[in-house]
């Protein structure tokens, strides 16, 4: 499927959009649903995104009874039966989150089979942690063909057991699957520098209401003491606060006034304080984020860190708005090394941006934005792009938008109703 999306750019941005729901915290209760085998369990709130139907269709794959009511927005999956180890290629390889699956895996059927992952994906995608921690549990982790475009991983084990678990980095994807691990497994299961995300606390909730008995969320070292069972329950997944931070800077390049409903203003960690001062306002009204930029943006310096700290997810969209910032932005990406290929596309729109290796950059503000074809190497690009093309003489074309659909649901369609002219195509 190719999707290209079209931006023309200079409007302004008014009116009300609703936030669609965690994307991170949806993803990860998907993998946990399927660690319960009495009940069904229920999400509400789910985003209607690619990953997200990528995720169900690997469920179906396993043998779970899943149905994504789109209208809805809800999920229901029945896990009673699962009858199959293998994440299967075609599935796994165009859905990172698929090692989410591994837990119920080793739980319900005590091996685990990831197709799809050659190329040294442990290293490149920094799962290594991950397997590490399956196997000071108990697990043996076996990798086949990892050179070739058919390699897999095979992770086995009789029972989880216990044990102490050390994250390198507080990744909040690594302390979700060791929590799911611990859930089940027999003993007590100790997670160090564990991730402070709100998505992980929404899943620790989640996984508690299941049953399963888990202390020191939020605190950086988590308890879990293994229960016999979980059951399926009914949860309203927590709404995403990178489509709220989206949203929030499509406002501010704009020089708009938008009303984001389902945002909250504490789940955006630093990234309030930052845009704050670049002169964004911000207003929490109840359950209504109102946020608008009246004055010229200031320039800002960014260093992205774990939760609180400033988000890697939103350090390509604010790339874009330093853009238009009335001086010179400083950014410092020190979560991934290749988060840093947009930086060429705004170029080729009339941006200024100097790069000192693939972790800094200088962004030389403002400059005036010319419609231009781009391409989306990521989710997170893409929508950065979608930014820029807002405030960009003429039409902005963005190929390869799958990535866009992957964490924003009906981002064109949401962004049209508060002025944008975005149009997706799809072939």
Do not use: W
Not at 88 to 103: C, H, K, Q, T, W
Not at 224 to 233: P, Q, R, S, T
Not at 310 to 316: N, Y
Not at 323 to 348: K, P, V, W
Request: glycine fraction near 12%; charged fraction near 20%; proline fraction near 3%.
């Amino acid at each position: 499927m190719s999707v290209t999306y079209r931006v023309r750019g200079g409007r302004q941005l008014h009116g009300t959009v609703f936030i669609q729901g965690a994307k991170n915290s949806a993803l990860p209760m998907i993998g946990a649903a399927l660690m319960a085998a009495k009940g069904r369990t229920v999400l509400r709130n789910v985003p209607i995104i690619e990953d997200v139907k990528r995720a169900v269709e690997l469920a179906q794959a396993i043998g779970a009874k899943a149905e994504l009511h789109e209208a809805e927005r809800t999920l229901v999956i029945d896990a009673s039966q699962l009858t199959s180890p293998v994440l299967p290629a075609e599935i796994a390889a165009r859905f990172r989150g698929s090692f989410l699956f591994v837990p119920a895996l080793l739980h319900r059927l005590g091996e685990a089979v990831i197709e799809g992952v050659g190329g040294c994906n442990l290293g490149s995608r920094n799962l290594d942690f991950h397997y590490n921690g399956f196997k000071r549990m108990g697990a043996t982790v076996t990798e086949h063909g990892m050179e070739a475009d058919d390699g897999y991983i095979h992770v086995k084990v009789g029972q989880l057991q216990g044990g102490t678990l050390y994250c390198d980095t507080p990744s909040h994807t690594g302390t979700e699957n060791l929590v799911m691990a611990g859930a089940l497994a027999h003993g007590q299961t100790l997670i160090k520098n564990a991730a402070l995300e709100p998505e992980v606390l929404d899943n620790i909730d989640f996984l508690q209401r299941m049953g399963a008995r888990i202390t020191g969320g939020g605190t950086g070292f988590i308890r879990v003491d293994g229960v016999e069972e979980l059951c399926g329950i009914e949860h309203t997944v927590m709404p995403d606060r990178i489509d709220a931070g989206v949203l929030v800077m499509a406002a501010a390049i704009t020089g708009g006034e938008v009303s984001l409903v389902g945002a909250d203003v504490e789940h955006l960690g630093v990234a309030v304080d930052k845009l704050e001062q670049m002169g964004v306002e911000f207003h929490q009204q109840g359950a209504v984020l109102q946020v608008k930029r009246e004055k010229p943006l200031r320039p800002i310096n960014i260093i992205t860190d774990e939760y609180p700290g400033f988000a890697t997810d939103l350090q390509s969209p604010i790339m874009a708005l330093a853009t238009q910032a009335e001086g010179e932005s400083y950014i410092y990406e020190r979560i991934f090394d290749a988060r840093f290929q947009l930086a060429g596309e705004l170029e080729s729109m009339g941006a200024s941006i100097e790069l000192t290796g693939s972790q800094r950059a200088l962004v030389h503000g403002p400059t005036k934005l010319r419609g231009a074809k781009t391409v989306a190497h990521d989710l997170r690009s893409g929508a950065a792009l979608v930014l820029a093309g807002l405030v960009a003489e003429g039409e902005t074309e963005i190929s390869s938008a799958y990535f866009i659909d992957r964490g924003h649901s009906n981002f064109a369609e949401r962004l049209n109703a508060l002025g944008a002219e975005v149009e997706r195509d799809e072939s």
